[in-house]
C-alpha cells in the first residue's frame, strides 16, 4: 500500500509519497525522479514492485509544476535540469533521507546524473533509464510529434488525470526541448565527477534516444557502470520490459550494498 504525502522545499509543497518494504532490508532508501511529462501517479504500480524485490523503501516526488505539486507560475528554463538537480538534496532533507539510490527516468535520469554529480555523499547508486546527456535529432524530432499531438489528440485530457497544472507542465517541457538553443546542452563535462556505481537501461526501439547515450555514460563517468540494452523496449523500460527492470534492478543494489559493506561504508 502506498502512503501519501508530500514535502516542502523552500516554502514550496511538493506532492510525495513513500512505498515502505514489507520486510526491509539493510540498504538506503529509492528515490524516483520521473521523466519530463511524470508524475507520483505516472510511476503507476512500479514503485511498490521494487519495494518488494529490492526490499528498500521507495520515495517519489513531483517536481514543481508537475502532478499535483504547487505551480511554477512560468515557464522552464533552459537549464532546468541543473536546477532541479540543486532541488534533490532538499527533498532528500526533507523527506529525512541521508542518503539515497537515484533512480530517474529520461530527464529525471539526466537529473539524477547531475546530483551524483553536485552532491556525491548523499548517492550511493544511480539507476537510470533512457537518460539524456546530450541533445539528439531523434530527441527533438519525437518532442515536436508530441506538440502536434497536443494540439490535435486527446493528450491533454489524459495528461490533466496526472498533472494539476497541466498546460504548465506540458508547455514548459516540451518549449524549452524545442527552443534551437537548447540544441547546445549537454552534461557531459560533468560526467568524470559521478563516481558511484550505476546502471543504464535503454530500451532497443527507444523514440526519444539512442545508444550513444548509453555510451558516452558509460565512458565519461568515473564509477563502474553496466548497461543493459532492453529489446522490444521503448523509452519507458519500467513500463515494457517491468519484470527485466525489477529483476536487474534488485541485482544491481544486492551487489552495490556488497561492494559497500566490504569497504566499510
Known amino acids: 500500500m502506498a502512503v501519501a504525502d508530500h514535502v516542502v522545499v523552500d516554502g514550496v509543497v511538493l506532492e510525495a509519497r513513500w512505498w515502505p518494504a514489507a520486510a526491509p532490508a539493510p540498504g538506503v532508501p529509492i528515490v524516483l525522479l520521473h521523466e519530463g511529462l511524470g508524475s507520483v501517479s505516472l510511476w503507476r504500480g512500479f514503485p511498490a514492485l521494487l519495494a518488494e524485490v529490492t526490499s528498500r523503501p521507495v520515495f517519489a516526488y513531483s517536481r514543481r509544476g508537475y502532478g499535483r505539486s504547487a505551480a511554477r507560475g512560468r515557464g522552464l528554463a533552459l537549464d532546468f535540469m541543473e536546477t532541479e538537480a540543486a532541488v534533490v538534496p532538499r527533498v532528500l532533507d526533507a523527506a529525512g533521507i541521508a542518503r539515497a539510490v537515484l533512480f530517474g527516468h529520461s530527464d529525471g535520469g539526466s537529473i539524477a546524473l547531475l546530483a551524483a554529480a553536485t552532491v556525491p555523499s548523499r548517492v550511493e547508486a544511480l539507476v537510470l533509464e533512457a537518460p539524456h546527456v546530450f ?3 531523434l530527441s527533438v524530432a519525437s518532442i515536436a510529434r508530441m506538440r502536434d499531438q497536443w494540439a490535435a489528440s486527446d493528450l491533454r485530457a489524459r495528461l490533466a488525470r496526472h498533472h494539476q497544472h497541466v498546460d504548465e507542465a506540458f508547455l514548459g517541457w516540451n ?3 524545442l527552443d534551437p538553443a537548447f540544441r547546445a546542452w549537454t552534461i ?3 560526467l568524470s565527477r559521478v563516481a558511484c556505481p550505476t546502471l543504464v537501461l ?9 545508444v550513444a547515450q548509453v555510451e558516452a555514460i558509460a565512458a565519461q563517468t568515473a564509477g563502474t557502470v553496466e548497461t543493459a540494452l532492453l529489446p ?3 523509452h519507458s523500460p519500467h513500463r515494457d520490459r517491468p519484470a527485466e527492470v525489477l529483476s536487474r534492478t534488485a541485482a544491481f543494489l544486492a551487489r552495490t550494498h556488497r561492494t559497500a559493506t566490504d569497504h566499510g561504508r
Do not use: K, L, M, N
Open 135 to 137: 541533445v539528439e535529432d
Open 175 to 177: 518549449g524549452v526541448w
Open 188 to 190: 557531459e563535462p560533468v
Open 202 to 210: 535503454q530500451g532497443i526501439d527507444d523514440e526519444y534516444g539512442t
Open 232 to 234: 522490444h523496449c521503448g
